[in-house]
Every structure is written in C-alpha cells, then in structure tokens.
C-alpha cells in the first residue's frame, strides 16, 4: 500500500492486488452499502489521513475507487464542513431600513417571494423603519434584507424598537403591508 499527500486536503492510496486480497476487498462489490468494505474502507482512510498529517475530526471525508490494472486507488478528499449560520429557537432578528422607500421595497420582496411568517412586526423609530422577526428567517428572506437593510441587530434593539418606536404594523407585517402593494 502506498500513500501519497496530494496537498492539503487530497491523499492518494494505492492498494496492489496483494493487498485487496488480504483485506477481502472486491472492487465491484466496493461501496459504502457492504458492511465489511466500508470498515476497511474506514480503516484505511483514517490511517492515510493520519500518515499524512491531515486531521479528519469534525471534517467532511469522501472517498473515490478506480480500479487500475492490478490496483486499486483511492483518493481520500477531506472538507470542511460548511460554515452554516442558523439561528437558535426564539432569538430576535431586528432590521434597520434607511427610508420609507427600502422598507416598501423589502416589504414587496419578501411578500412576493410569498414568504409570509407570522411573527414578525413593523415599527417606525427615529425616522428609520424597522422589520422585527421572531424566528429563524428562511435563506431567501435574509438575502432580500441583505439587500435593503442597512444594520442588523438582534433581542437589545428589538427590545429597544418595541419600547421606544411606533408600531406600524405589530402582526404578520409583511403579510398586511405587502397585501396592500401588490
């Protein structure tokens, strides 16, 4: 077997026909569904990784076979896992619109994306205008604040916006507001 550090994340092994045979390996029945060659298959790719240097804990690791000749190789391509931004049950996102004109427009967006959460509030304050959430918010809804918003906040301004500003509209916003401008 040899084992070769391709660079930082790819290692290549090289088993010979010797070596199939010793671990009882069969390249056409090779698959992660064979319970006896997905624990060598394992094995091996812990024990490249770790003779390679490349630390596996907490990463994603897939494995390629191609079957040369004699040989067998596996390439061994060890990922991080995607940074993934979710946020916790019950946390508060509050955003900042500049104008009337981008609260409208966000309003618009996310209504026409007929994205109509129950939990979420208008307010005015300051004269800047405020989207409240009281749950997670869904990729195509952050994408559309992303675009208007000029500041997220989280609980303290949403508690500071509840307190101090005035509602627009205290229920299912962008359901009411966005009904009104389609």
């Keep these: ?12 092994v090289v088993l010979e026909d010797k070596e199939m045979t010793d671990y009882a390996l069969d390249f056409g029945k090779m698959d992660m569904e064979n319970a006896h060659a997905r624990k060598i298959l394992l094995r091996l790719t ?19 076979a ?19 931004y979710r946020l916790k049950r019950g946390e508060v996102v509050c955003c900042r619109l500049a104008n009337c004109t981008d609260f409208l427009n966000a309003v618009e ?48 301004l949403a508690a500071r916006v509840r307190e101090q500003g005035r509602p627009l509209c205290e229920r299912n916003a962008v359901a009411v507001i966005g009904e009104k401008l389609v």
């Design 109 to 156: 967006m996310l209504y026409r994306l007929r994205w109509y959460g129950t939990g979420n509030a208008a307010y005015e304050w300051n004269g800047s205008y405020y989207l409240l959430f009281d749950f997670p918010l869904p990729l195509s809804a952050r994408r559309v604040l992303q675009e208007y918003a000029v500041q997220r906040g989280g609980a303290l």
């Design 46 to 64: 812990r024990l490249a990784c770790r003779k390679s240097g490349i630390e596996t804990r907490g990463r994603r690791v897939s494995v390629e």
């Design 66 to 84: 191609l079957s040369m000749g004699e040989s067998c190789y596996l390439l061994v391509t060890v990922r991080r896992h995607p940074q993934r």
């Design 1 to 12: 077997m040899t084992i070769n550090r391709l660079d930082g994340q790819r290692v290549l």
